[in-house]
């Protein structure tokens, strides 16, 4: 069962549906989908419960994602409140737009990862969204461009993450069919 989840992750952020869904030839957005695919992989596998039934086992991948996806709404309403406070003027730096992300975050990790990069922290969305925001940052960009820009990458990571459930509750779906034949 494990397997067949991390194909549907998998197939759900496949390279040619991800190009069709997001309208890009962009391969740093791809590269994005498979860091997700990646981290969700990982957060599934973490929780896996062999001796589970094959619905809970799709429950719990289902919570996984879902828990995903609630932080990833929150740190792109807190990304959207900061941006509103900007007035433009200043040069953002990277620890300021980590320091804004961070408090969004409700365990703190996202600022640990940002200052010890290599090391393991225990939260791989953590990590996940601090090398996101680290690796599109840019200092010619102005402030409002710089959250505008983590907006939309985490809004990248909220479409992928919801991509993966919905193919999870598809599976799901035809579980409960093949147990009822």
Same mark, same amino acid.
């Given at each position: 069962?494990?397997?067949? &989840?991390? =194909?549907?992750?998998?197939?759900? &952020?496949?390279?040619? =549906?991800?190009l069709q869904i997001f309208e890009t030839e962009d391969d740093a957005d791809v590269r994005r989908g498979d860091n997700c695919a990646k981290l969700l992989c990982k957060k599934i596998g973490k929780t896996h419960d062999v001796d589970a039934s094959d619905g809970a086992q799709i429950t719990q991948a289902q919570v996984i994602v879902a828990d995903v996806k609630f932080q990833l709404d929150r740190l792109l309403h807190h990304l959207y409140r900061h941006m509103q406070s900007l007035l433009g003027e200043s040069q953002m730096k990277i620890e300021e737009l980590i320091a804004v992300v961070d408090a969004a975050y409700d365990d703190g990790l996202i600022l640990k990862y940002f200052e010890s990069p290599d090391e393991e922290h225990g939260d791989g969305l953590a990590r996940f969204i601090c090398? $996101?925001?680290? $690796?599109?940052?840019s200092t010619e960009a102005s402030d409002i461009e710089q959250v505008g820009e983590a907006q939309r990458v985490i809004a990248v990571a909220q479409k992928q993450v919801a991509l993966v459930n919905f193919s999870l509750q598809k599976f799901q779906e035809r579980l409960e069919r093949e147990a009822e034949e």
């Open positions: 069962m494990l397997n067949e &989840l991390f =194909q549907i992750v998998n197939r759900s &952020l496949d390279r040619d =549906q991800m090398r $996101e925001i680290h $690796e599109t940052f």
